[in-house]
Each structure stands twice: as structure tokens, then as C-alpha cells.
């Protein structure tokens, strides 16, 4: 593990069910100091209006598509700006949260996203409130600062970062996930389990982001099928483990499946979870090699006699989330496969316990081919 880390957190975090009614009478509080923007997708709208635009005012953005476009940050920020907002309000799943992130960290920024998504451009401190609340367990973008967001244009897909995206105040209340789908409950629900393997496995894991992670992995193992059932306490559990993992994986970063998600599930649209969960398997077989010391603790922590029993055993969930476990024939061409190698290598990949060349990643993408 790191013998030296830098540890970087929201500045007030509540857990808790029933939390998010407590987020309006503290906005409430906020008023007189200036305008919100609520960050939302279309679906969280009503839940804004209902229980927040009442009490507070402001200006509700929803125009925010599962993977956030650097128009719509643009539009965004231009929207903010008309309005003078002094907060943003993110609610939502990851989508929203990293929009929101975005607009405030960009809203005293002149040039357009793609500057910065680009590094054209140097990022200054954000100057505006922040305030997320999580409406799905998964992403834990609540405890992170960094947002995920794409080109069409060129389908590339990746984030931008900075140390004051942390948010002022995240809410994480686990009746806000009451409402989702089961397919969005395992797809949030694998992601969120993917990053807690991954910042376990880290090669920037530390003594502080490992037992987090490690709890993580646990919980979520165990409480994901319950979730997936709608079952609350099940719901409960997964929300907080998500918050948890964000806070561990905002330290320790992660690894190689997010490092092929974000070029994968870019070329063939695919839903971050899905990739997630396609991946996962051959890349967890794959590090074993690195360290088989680590999966031995994993396959202890969810009541597995080994690893190979793990390895199994997380596959099995996967298969029981109803989640893909390799892709059509035809899906993966040899232009998306050049694609992916060409833009796989983010800091996510660098922190990945074993070294994947190109040749290693070719054969791990052929293999999601065979059905």
C-alpha cells in the first residue's frame, strides 16, 4: 500500500432515510444569500419541483441525458448565468451530479467544456455553491471531484477533474432510491460494486481507502440481489455502501474495467453498469495474478472458500442482475477495438494491479465476443 496519500472529501455529508426532507429546510436557510440551479435528468424534475423548487425558487435544468455531452454543460452554464444562481443543486443519479459538478466548477470559466475536456484550457477553482443528493446506489459521484462526460463528436468519454469539485454538502438519503427500476438498480448497483473491487485492488490503495472498500464489497455483495428485489433495508444498505466506496475510490482511484468502460460503452452505447459488468470477470482473472494475497480477503469478505470461488461467484450475480456477460456477435469490430485501445488509457488504467499491453487488452475485448 501508498506509504504517502492526499485524502480530499465533500465538506458535509448526512446519510440517512428521511435525510433529503432536512435538504429543503437547509436550502430554505440559503435563500437570501442567492438563486439555486437545480441540476436534474428529466426524470428527477418533479421530485425537484415537488420538494425543493417550492421552498427555495430557482431554475430547474433537466436536460441531461444518461451520458452528459459537452453541449449540455455548455447549455447549462449559459442557462446559470441568465438566471445569476449562486448554488447548484445536483439530484439525481451520476448523470445529474456530474453535470452539476461541471456547471459550478465551469460558471466563472469564459471558454466552452470541450476546452477543458481537452486540456486546452487550465481550470481555475470553483466559485459557486455545490449540493448533491444521489437519487440511484451506484455512482458515488456525491464523494468525488470529477465529472464523466462525452463527445458525440468524436465518442470520446472521459473526465474532467479539480480539486474544489467536492461538493459543499452531500445528502445521501437511501428512500431516493426507493423508485428505481430494477434494471437500474443492478446496473448502479455493478458499477458500485466494480469500484469497490477496483479501489481495493488499487495500486494506490492506502490504509484508510482499504477497509472502506473492503466493507463496500461485502455489503454490496450481499445486499444487491435484495435491492434488486426492491427490498428497503437491502436499499438501505446499498446506498450506504455506495457512499462509501465513493469516498474510497476518490482516494485510491480504480482500474482496468473503468479504464475500458468509458471507451467501450462509448462506441457500442452501452450503460456504464452493463460495461461494468461485462468486464469485470476476465479483468478480476487477470489480477489475480498480481495479487492473489487480495483475493483471498475479497473471497473471505463475501463468504467464499477461494478465489476462484469468488471470481465464480461474482459472475453468478451478474447472471442474476440479468446483466450481460459478453456481446453480440458483430457488436465488436476491429474498428472499436482500435478505438478502445487507443483511448483506454486514463489514470483509471494506471492504477490497475497488473500492467494490460494492448495485446493483453485485444484478447480481453475478443473474449466478450464469443456468443
Known amino acids: ?26 436550502l430554505a436557510a440559503l435563500k437570501e444569500r442567492g438563486k439555486f440551479c437545480y441540476v436534474t435528468g428529466r426524470h428527477g424534475a418533479d421530485l425537484v419541483r415537488q420538494t425543493l423548487l417550492l421552498r427555495t425558487g430557482g ?30 443543486v445536483g ?18 470559466h469564459e471558454e466552452p467544456a470541450a476546452e477543458f475536456f481537452y486540456g486546452r484550457a487550465k481550470l481555475d477553482r470553483r466559485r459557486v455553491g455545490l449540493i448533491l443528493a444521489p437519487t440511484t446506489a451506484g455512482t458515488g459521484a456525491e464523494a468525488t471531484a470529477n465529472a464523466v462526460l462525452r463527445d458525440p ?58 477497509p472502506l472498500a473492503l466493507r463496500a464489497v461485502q455489503m454490496i455483495f450481499h445486499a444487491l440481489p435484495g435491492a434488486f428485489r426492491g427490498e428497503t433495508a437491502a ?18 482511484g480504480l482500474g482496468a474495467v473503468h479504464g475500458l468502460c468509458h471507451p467501450l460503452g462509448s462506441v457500442l452505447h452501452l450503460g456504464h453498469g452493463e460495461s461494468c459488468a461485462l468486464l469485470l470477470e476476465s479483468v478480476l482473472r487477470r489480477n489475480f495474478r498480481a495479487v492473489p494475497e487480495k483475493f483471498a480477503v475479497l473471497a473471505k469478505a463475501c463468504d467464499c472458500d477461494s478465489a476462484e470461488q469468488w471470481i ?14 459478453t456481446l453480440k456477435t458483430g457488436q ?5 477495438i482500435q478505438f ?14 497488473v500492467f494490460l499491453p494492448d495485446e493483453e487488452v485485444r484478447a480481453l475485448l475478443t473474449e466478450q465476443r464469443k456468443a
Open 235 to 252: 436499499r438501505d444498505l446499498m446506498a450506504e455502501a455506495s457512499m462509501i466506496t465513493g469516498i474510497a475510490f476518490a482516494q485510491s
Open 312 to 325: 465464480a461467484a461474482v459472475a453468478a450475480l451478474r447472471d442474476q442482475l440479468g446483466l450481460p456477460g
Open 153 to 210: 463528436v468524436t465518442e470520446i468519454k472521459q473526465s474532467i477533474r479539480h480539486a474544489t469539485m467536492h461538493a459543499d454538502l452531500a445528502v445521501v438519503d437511501p428512500a431516493l432510491t426507493d423508485s428505481c427500476p430494477a434494471r437500474v438498480t443492478a446496473c448502479s448497483g455493478m458499477d458500485a460494486f466494480t469500484q469497490a473491487v477496483e479501489s481495493f485492488l488499487s495500486i494506490r490503495a492506502n490504509d484508510f481507502t482499504s
Open 91 to 108: 439530484v439525481g443519479g451520476g448523470s445529474a451530479m456530474d453535470a452539476a459538478k461541471a456547471g459550478a466548477l465551469l460558471y466563472h
Open 59 to 88: 431554475v430547474v435544468f433537466s436536460e441531461i441525458s444518461p451520458e452528459v455531452t459537452l453541449a449540455e454543460i455548455d447549455a447549462l452554464v449559459d442557462t446559470a448565468r441568465e438566471n445569476c444562481v449562486r448554488y447548484f
Open 332 to 336: 465488436l469490430t476491429e474498428e472499436k
Open 1 to 26: 500500500m501508498s506509504s504517502s496519500y492526499q485524502l480530499l472529501f465533500p465538506g458535509k455529508t448526512v446519510f440517512g432515510r428521511g435525510k433529503f426532507a432536512e435538504l429543503a429546510e437547509e
Open 340 to 353: 478502445i485501445l487507443a483511448n483506454c488509457r486514463s489514470g483509471s488504467m494506471k492504477c490497475n494491479p
